[in-house]
């Protein structure tokens, strides 16, 4: 079993849609959990960041975390053509805060 | 903003080279990372750094050594470049106590090519 898994896509949606990216964790110590975003031939950006169960919302992002059943969520409202890119999810190890491992990413395509 | 920044965009090496890759960042972070990235396998750690002249092995560490002599400067060296070696490379930087609060920075990567 992967550490964090990412299910590969493409994850294809409508312009305007709310699009779901979704993400699972293997270790239970994990405290800090990130969303980048990756254009093709970039390097990832950080977009979200989420430490407490629940929801946290930037501007179009959403990120849901539920430490129980070890997933992490992200929502990107009203997407856009400019959304499309590979998005990453991060989560720190439990045995070191500074330490992160990342899934393999989720390719979202943003449909004109 | 933070800036991290890697010395070249592309790079074509020979098989045996010894390759240097640099890594700066201008903002005092303590901790600096060296990572590749491959499709199918996502990031995957290869050194990480602490600390001038402090550094532990992430999972593949393997045909790669590091060097930081400077707190802003992290080196990635290929003793003996193969043509598995031939991958994306991102540097990233991050501050020390809770840094995972912030998450990490990234370079804009250098694209290595063992031909």
């Known amino acids: 079993q992967k550490e964090v898994e990412q299910n590969s896509g493409p994850l294809s949606v409508p312009e305007g849609a709310i699009a779901s990216l979704n993400c699972t964790y293997s270790d239970r110590g994990s405290q800090s959990f990130f969303w980048y975003r990756q254009y093709s031939g970039k390097s990832p950006e950080l977009i979200m960041s989420?430490?407490?169960?629940g929801d946290k919302e930037d501007g179009r992002f959403t990120a849901q975390l539920n430490k129980a059943s070890q997933y992490v969520s992200l929502l990107i409202r009203d997407s856009q053509p400019s959304d499309s890119a590979t998005y990453l999810c991060a989560v720190n190890r439990g045995d070191s805060s500074y330490k992160l491992i990342f899934g393999s990413g989720t390719r979202l395509l943003v449909r004109p | 903003d933070v800036k991290v920044t890697q010395s070249s965009r592309y790079l074509v090496k020979r098989t045996g080279e010894k390759v240097f890759l640099e890594c700066v960042q201008d903002m005092d972070h303590e901790n600096m990372f060296w990572y590749r990235q491959d499709p199918g396998l996502g990031l995957r750690l290869i050194y990480f750094s602490y600390d001038v002249k402090m550094k532990e092995k992430g999972d593949i560490p393997e045909g790669y050594s590091v060097s930081r002599e400077k707190k802003e400067r992290f080196s990635l060296i290929l003793e003996s470049a193969s043509t598995n070696q031939t991958s994306m490379y991102l540097c990233?930087?991050?501050?020390?106590?809770?840094?995972?609060?912030?998450?990490?920075?990234f370079g804009s990567g250098t694209r290595l090519t063992v031909v």
């Open positions: 989420i430490y407490s169960n």
């Open positions: 990233a930087s991050s501050f020390e106590g809770v840094p995972t609060l912030y998450g990490y920075t």
